[in-house]
């Protein structure tokens, strides 16, 4: 008579049964997976720790630009656009007058994708074209006319005290070349800012005291 095996009770040994789990129920995270595998603000052991799903700040210490020596203002800022197949291309176009406060200026006018590239081309641009020039006293040596386009421009010296009796471009392109007494007038009969300063360019140029 063969003998029975008997199997043992792990009830009665405390040992759980094979394939049933002892103890409180595993928590799953929140895409299926155990918790402690996955990332998330409330768990600071998992791969992503705090939070941070890209490991790091974004960007650095920002580095000091060196100045140039050059102060700029935004004479122009105007939305263009072009029409071509399939739409419309909209760009950015901008008039830039950048100045040493000591004889020296500049024009530039650049387009661009968007505001801040336009304004860098155009700063670029003016620094290509320098006029420089020698201030007297304040003011320029002597009365000047020059014309470019449809705008026409008239320049005439001013005792000290006097100020800038000027407008518009005329008086951004004046300011920020160092003159600070000069009668200034438009005589063309346009009103647009970048003819009427590119004038003022001209008339600078005309002055026989340039360096």
């Known amino acids: 008579m063969a003998e029975e095996i008997k199997k043992p009770n ?7 049964p094979s394939g049933e789990r002892t103890g409180a129920p595993m928590r799953r995270g929140r895409f299926g997976g155990p918790a402690s595998r996955q990332g998330g ?17 974004r960007g650095g210490p920002r580095e000091e630009r060196e100045r140039d020596g050059f102060n700029e203002s935004v004479l122009d800022l105007r939305r263009v656009t072009r029409v071509v197949a399939g739409g ?19 024009v530039g006018v650049a387009k661009g994708a968007d505001v801040q590239q336009s304004i860098q081309k155009a700063k670029s641009a003016a620094k290509r ?12 040596a002597h009365e000047v ?22 407008g518009g471009a005329v008086r951004a392109v004046m300011l920020l070349s160092g003159v600070k007494d000069v009668t200034g007038k438009c005589l063309g009969g346009t ?21």
């Open 145 to 166: 006319t020059a014309k470019f386009s449809a705008a026409k421009i008239l320049l005439r010296p001013a005792k000290e005290g006097h100020g800038l009796m000027a």
């Open 129 to 140: 074209s320098l006029v420089t020039f020698k201030i007297v006293n304040g003011t320029i």
């Open 88 to 106: 419309k291309r909209f760009r950015f176009r901008a008039t830039i007058v950048i100045g040493d406060g000591k004889g020296t200026v500049g």
């Open 41 to 57: 603000p409330n768990n600071r052991g998992g791969a992503n720790a705090g939070g941070d799903r890209r490991g790091g700040r």
């Open 10 to 16: 792990t009830a009665q040994n405390g040992a759980a």
């Open 191 to 211: 009103k647009n800012k970048l003819t009427n300063a590119m004038a003022t360019m001209e008339a600078l140029k005309k002055l026989k005291t340039s360096k």
